[in-house]
């Protein structure tokens, strides 16, 4: 398997824009997570899912942001209008809760958004 | 909100133990201790988790008391690549409300020459 595997990389947007982030996570996991890192606030934990279903958005700073996932091997995080403070590396990670066959979280390399 | 508690910095040379700290004293009994470190610019790696018992892995080795209120995760041979931020966390690893992955602040950890 590829690993959780994350797009774009980066993403350069100017404020009020549409921005879209995707996230693929691995095969057969049951557990998606949605992150926000930066240096004021660290990571950030902003919604997750199991087995397709959001359990937790709450951390989903306001209406602006927006997760779905539409099926088992995909997931987008979405902001609209984008504003100059969501500038920060976003993280996708997946795991299993199967505890036979390991439950560590993998993440992906990050998109890093820019709003200028 | 995180339910662990971490020094923020430390430091060790290069080729000693490095011994990371964590304290968990709300961890309930069905929460497991997980470690996770990141290094620059990149997405958190897995490192070790635990139940009450202590593991051993190729990279680390995690010691946790015996009432279960802290942890710490132990990198034998430390080498400059090893230098990161490392994050305690407990978790329920089921399906469900439980399973959420909180991220606290962590130790940076500065292996020097």
């Known amino acids: 398997d590829a690993g959780v595997i994350q797009s774009p990389r980066h993403e350069v947007t100017e404020m009020g824009q549409e921005v879209t982030l995707r996230c693929k996570p691995i095969s057969g996991h049951d557990y998606l997570f949605w992150y926000r890192q930066t240096m004021m606030r660290g990571l950030e934990l902003l919604i997750y899912?199991?087995?397709?279903?959001?359990?937790?958005d709450s951390g989903m700073p306001e209406d602006r942001f927006s997760a779905k996932m539409p099926n088992a091997s995909f997931s987008t995080l979405k902001i609209q209008p984008s504003e100059p403070r969501d500038s920060a590396v976003y993280f996708c990670a997946s795991s299993l809760s199967d505890r036979g066959l390991g439950t560590e979280a993998f993440f992906g390399q990050g998109t890093r958004l820019t709003v200028v | 909100d995180a339910k662990t508690t971490q020094p923020p910095s430390m430091d060790c040379a290069e080729g000693r133990a490095a011994n990371l700290p964590c304290n968990h004293s709300?961890?309930?009994?069905?929460?497991?201790v997980y470690w996770y470190r990141q290094i620059h610019s990149q997405g958190p790696q897995y490192i070790i988790h635990?139940?009450?018992n202590n593991e051993t892995n190729e990279m680390a080795s995690l010691i946790i008391t015996e009432d279960r209120k802290s942890s710490t995760l132990i990198l034998p041979h430390a080498t400059l690549r090893d230098t990161a931020v490392y994050y305690c966390i407990v978790r329920v690893p089921e399906g469900g409300s439980q399973g959420n992955l909180i991220f606290g602040k962590g130790t940076k950890l500065s292996v020097k020459p």
């Open positions: 635990g139940l009450k």
């Open positions: 899912f199991n087995n397709n279903v959001p359990i937790d």
């Open positions: 709300t961890i309930s009994g069905n929460e497991y």
